[in-house]
């Protein structure tokens, strides 16, 4: 598990899977910010995807490079303390290009309740699965 979590640390440009009218919605998202198995987001409350959470707060996300390639799912929670969106806004250049105030913005977190290791250039190839919610 440890190595799908550093892979996570080094790949934060993740394809971020939402539901919407029971349509899936794919989209590139970039974690801002990992506590261990905790994920953490920023968007505006104006998007869509913050709507699509509100109502459905099930995701999955994926974190890929060359034959690598880490698969996460977990609830959405927009249960963030101010010091933690203080640190995001501030440690994430491209925010402050794009809103005045780390306030602006809505914060979210994914805890990874499952997540997906694929290396498929040993033969066999490695697969792991962790459950997390354990």
Known sequence: ???ALQFLQSH??????TCSDNLPKLRV?????QDDSVLYFATSAQKAVYRELKQNPHVELLASEGDISVRCSGTV??????????????HNNVLSR???????????????????????APTPPLIQHFDLRK
């Open 1 to 3: 598990m440890k190595k």
């Open 12 to 17: 934060v440009d993740v394809a971020f899977a």
């Open 29 to 33: 998202f970039r974690i801002m910010k």
């Open 77 to 90: 929670s927009f249960d963030v303390d101010e010091a933690t969106k203080r640190w995001i806004y501030e």
């Open 98 to 120: 794009l809103y005045d105030s780390y306030d602006k913005m809505e914060y979210f977190c994914v805890p990874i309740a499952e997540m997906d290791y694929y290396d498929l």
